[in-house]
């Protein structure tokens, strides 16, 4: 089982059975509420019968088609949507099959688009301390999360990484977007000194960076990151395989921060984590430059199996239907305020050293136990799940992250279910 205590589980399994709205139910029937929206993709609540409808339908017309010199309307339709969805010039789409696979898709495509534009030497790619950019290589070699790593090198060469912006001294307890820490922006400066920018191909960064334990930007952190990436001519990714798609109350965190990427890998919210699927949003520039040469060339050689698969292309294209007609997007904006202050709410557990929220997003940092790392946390995770509570742990963070159609109720059950757990640990 993928991140996952094995040996433990096989002696204490937690089995679900079914999902319906913000609920699922283990194999004894017993109803536990989704505090973290399956893994951050579930936002418009289990079972959807509109997304159910068109994924069978779609079965009967088309199951399966290849994307290699062949298409399907469906795809394009889907592709059209998206463009239409993401700011800016983001107008062309690359689909994969999941976050880690839409990250590896970017990085190449930034290596790809500097060769194109006569740019051969910049491939080094910056990523971020404790950053989480799925699994591939590509993506553990940016990310910056140890055990994500360490077993696995020797990583990809041409990297490097800024520093976090996690900063409890100065931004404990911040509600929203913390004041300090825009400065750590500047470290990319540092870098390109190290680096030369004649060099340096692409930075990558989560706008809020979510498996880590919820790390909100600071205030101006990263449009002081686009700035210099536009004065030296540096790529800059959003990965948003967390943040799009009204986890943050707007269709991705470019739109709510007002800043502008050059692409932002999705997935997760993509398809409501009904059908695998990621996609990768490229702007003009970058596709322009790349449909060069004969016309019967192949210009990206990249691609699998399972691009723009024909069910996920449903699911899609009936998961953005959704979100529109629920205004789910600003549903999760008008619910920011009520999260905040319920969560925020939990601050006098001794074991409490943090809160942080941005969005439909929140996370409780626990003092950890001397020696023992994350035990706390994930004790925290198993007495939640017993009382009908499934949340998400990293390290000694607990983050919620909860289906965007949760109500003021369910927020309190979540609060309070852990208002009562926080007390016995």
């Known amino acids: 089982m993928p991140f996952t205590a094995n040996r433990a589980f096989r002696e204490s399994p937690r089995m679900l059975s079914t999902a319906e709205g913000m609920y699922y139910k283990n194999v004894d029937g017993h109803k536990i509420l989704d505090g973290c929206s399956g893994l951050w993709c579930v936002n418009a609540g289990h079972g ?78 910056i990523g971020r301390e404790r950053a ?34 996690h900063d409890l001294n100065k931004n404990a307890f911040s509600k929203g977007q913390p004041e300090n820490g825009a400065e750590k922006a500047d470290r990319l400066l540092d870098l390109i000194a190290l680096h030369g920018a004649p060099n340096i191909a692409a930075v990558i960064v989560e706008p809020m960076a979510g498996s880590t334990g919820v790390l909100i930007p600071p205030r101006g952190y990263l449009g002081r990151l686009r700035e210099i990436c536009s004065q030296h001519d540096i790529l800059l990714i959003f990965d948003e395989v967390i943040t799009a798609f009204g986890r943050l109350g707007d269709s991705c965190a470019a739109s709510r921060f007002d800043i502008q990427p050059d692409m932002i890998t999705t997935a997760k919210g993509l398809t409501n984590g009904a059908v695998p699927m990621g996609a990768v949003m490229i702007s003009d520039q970058i596709h322009n430059a790349l449909m060069t040469g004969p016309e019967n060339m192949i210009e990206l050689f990249h691609g699998y199996t399972y691009s723009g698969h024909p069910l996920a292309c ?112």
């Open 48 to 125: 959807n019968a509109k997304i159910t409808e068109a994924i069978k339908k779609q079965l009967d017309q088309l199951s399966y088609a290849p994307a290699f010199q062949i298409g399907y309307g469906i795809a394009f339709d889907f592709a059209d949507r998206l463009a239409e969805l993401f700011p800016g010039d983001l107008n062309h789409v690359f689909f994969t099959n999941s976050g880690s696979e839409s990250v590896d898709t970017a990085l190449k495509i930034a290596r790809a688009y500097h060769r194109a534009a006569g740019n051969p030497e910049k491939v080094k790619l």
């Open 132 to 165: 989480y950019h799925g699994v591939n290589f590509g993506g553990i070699s940016v990310g910056g999360i140890l055990n994500n790593r360490q077993r696995f090198g020797p990583l990809l060469p041409e990297v490097d990484h800024l520093p976090h912006t």
């Open 314 to 425: 449903a699911a899609g294209l009936a998961t953005l239907d959704v979100y529109a007609e629920e205004d789910l997007f600003k549903r999760a904006r008008e619910m920011e305020p009520y999260l905040e202050q319920a969560v925020h709410g939990l601050s006098h557990h001794n074991c409490v050293i943090d809160i942080r929220n941005y969005g439909m997003v929140a996370a409780i940092e626990l003092a950890p136990l001397a020696e023992n790392p994350g035990v706390r946390a994930f004790s925290v995770f198993q007495k939640a799940f017993d009382a009908g509570l499934l949340v998400r742990t990293t390290g000694d963070t607990i983050a919620l992250s909860p289906p965007l159609i949760i109500t003021k109720q369910q927020i309190d059950f979540v609060v309070n279910t852990l208002d009562g757990i926080l007390a016995t640990i």
